[in-house]
């Protein structure tokens, strides 16, 4: 962007994420296949340690849910560090796949708080399954429609082509902010406020949540941008300077769930 290098303020994010991010995601990359295959192979080597809450019915759908946003994570690297050269459709898709593997993930941790139904892989089981991952893939379609491509020194895939203001990009953020800011605050006091609830609370249910207290910074720092971008928050000139590095670190955050989660599911059971 031209107004990164405009005086007196300057911005020296997107060189700085060039640089870092494919190395960051290739590492992350691999040791989310390491985890995820590690996890795999638990499911269906010792069967029998996996019972509510985390059972394996939910578990081996979380763990499909890491793998397919790891699996995506190496072609997002070749396109930071090299140029995204396949195309505004490709980068559609992979903003879609990726958001899938979100909301999925989300929704499977909020059926799995205070829901039974996971405890076993019956009739009900499936069916709500299927209407997760159809919801989740319907919820993602907002991201493919406001993501694509700009051109500039090398082209990029970037997750908003779109006017801040654009339907589709509003409703993608109005989804985000309910995954990353309303579902985890919801949990959190329906656990404190509900004494049913309280009760019948499982320290195994932390660990799911484990995704969600990750992407929290995320969806706080896309609250401030679009305050930002609309001008209802006035930026500074340090604001401009630092606010991209914030955010890049709070979304790198986020995607260590795809490597931290598998393994804190597979230490729960090993322990």
């Avoid at 990359?29 to 996996?50: D, E, F, I, N």
């Avoid at 590095?245 to 393994?263: E, R, T």
Wanted: glycine share 8%; hydrophobic share 55%.
């Amino acid at each position: 962007y031209e107004e990164y290098d405009a005086v007196p303020c300057h911005n020296h994010y997107c060189a700085y994420f060039q640089r870092v991010a494919p190395a960051f995601l290739a590492v992350t990359c691999a040791a989310a296949a390491l985890g995820t295959g590690a996890l795999l192979l638990a499911l269906a080597k010792r069967p029998q340690a996996w019972g509510w809450p985390q059972s394996r019915a939910l578990v081996a759908q979380l763990a499909v849910g890491t793998g397919l946003f790891a699996a995506l994570l190496p072609l997002v690297a070749v396109g930071i560090g090299q140029g995204w050269r396949l195309g505004s459709v490709l980068c559609k898709l992979t903003h879609l796949l990726w958001h899938w593997s979100l909301f999925a993930q989300g929704l499977l941790v909020g059926t799995s708080s205070f829901c039974t139904t996971w405890a076993r892989w019956d009739t009900r089981s499936q069916r709500l399954a299927a209407v997760v991952w159809v919801s989740a893939l319907l919820l993602a379609v907002p991201a493919a429609l406001s993501s694509g491509t700009v051109a500039a020194s090398e082209p990029s895939c970037i997750q908003r082509s779109v006017d801040i203001l654009s339907p589709a990009y509003l409703l993608h953020l109005a989804l985000c902010l309910c995954l990353l800011l309303l579902l985890p605050a919801a949990l959190v006091v329906a656990t404190v406020a509900v004494p049913q609830l309280k009760a019948s609370w499982e320290p195994g249910i932390g660990v799911s949540w484990l995704f969600l207290g990750l992407w929290v910074p995320y969806g706080v720092g896309l609250a401030v941008n679009f305050l930002l971008e609309t001008r209802l928050l006035q930026p500074t000139c340090g604001t401009f300077q630092h606010f991209d590095f914030v955010m890049g670190l709070s979304q790198g955050l986020g995607v260590l769930h795809c490597c931290l989660g598998p393994a804190a599911l597979l230490a729960l059971r090993l322990c």
